[in-house]
């Protein structure tokens, strides 16, 4: 199976920071990386896939890069809504997989 | 618009087999290139894929759990069903069921709110 660990797995910020979050990938993925979003009580939602494409409907404050084995997901200025726990998940081969989290909180 | 949603047991005992039905409108499972994951998450960790099943009844499993999986579609009723078996405490998760979009970069665009299931005698 294909292992995905995320860094960091929490961080504190404030509104308007820049956040980066990295997955990085136990082996070459191409660009078969996508990202979710997921607040408390609630499904988690879609927002970047194919490592760099912006989901339908999501602000442009969210992108992604990479390829291979190492990933970003960016949020060039946090906005109050965005405090909430992001997931990567790899769709190169199954089994899919997703990696550990990471919880952005309030500074 | 696509919708789906869960439904099953809230509460099942250890060694029981859990089934699980994700209702869903807007799409048809028997169109080309369509699928519906499940997906589950332990209260408090991280998500966890467990199966897909496809348009022409593929069917994909988790290695982990796949002795212990099935998936099962009703295309007349827009419905997918999970199955179970042998449910152990540390199953107890919210299971969601998603779409998994069209296109070949196998992502889940749609999910269901989710169903907490408990395993405990």
């Known amino acids: 199976d294909i292992r995905l660990t995320q860094s960091p797995s929490s961080l504190s910020a404030s509104v308007g920071d820049r956040v980066t979050i990295t997955c990085r990938a136990s082996q070459s993925i191409d660009k078969y990386l996508n990202w979710y979003q997921q607040k408390p009580g609630q499904a988690p939602k879609v927002l970047i896939y194919a490592a760099s494409s912006l989901q339908s409907g999501v602000p442009s404050r969210f992108s992604g890069s990479g390829s291979g084995t190492d990933f970003t997901l960016s949020v060039s200025s946090l906005q109050p809504e965005d405090f909430a726990t992001y997931y990567c998940q790899q769709s190169y081969i199954s089994p899919l997989t997703f990696g550990g989290g990471t919880k952005v909180e309030i500074k | 618009q696509i919708t789906l949603k869960e439904s099953g047991p809230t509460l099942v005992k250890p060694t029981q087999t859990l089934t699980l039905t994700c209702t869903f409108s807007g799409f048809s499972l028997t169109t080309s290139g369509v699928g519906v994951g499940w997906i589950r998450q332990p209260p408090g960790k991280a998500l966890e894929w467990l199966a897909l099943?496809?348009?022409?009844?593929?069917?994909r499993y988790s290695p982990s759990l796949k002795s212990r999986l099935t998936s099962t579609k009703d295309t007349s009723k827009n419905q997918v069903v999970l199955t179970m078996t042998n449910m152990d405490p540390s199953d107890t998760a919210t299971y969601y069921c998603?779409?998994?979009?069209?296109?070949?970069?196998?992502?889940?665009?749609?999910w269901g709110q989710g169903t907490l299931v408990t395993v405990s005698s």
């Open positions: 099943i496809y348009w022409d009844d593929d069917n």
């Open positions: 998603a779409h998994r979009h069209t296109s070949a970069w196998y992502y889940f665009d749609y």
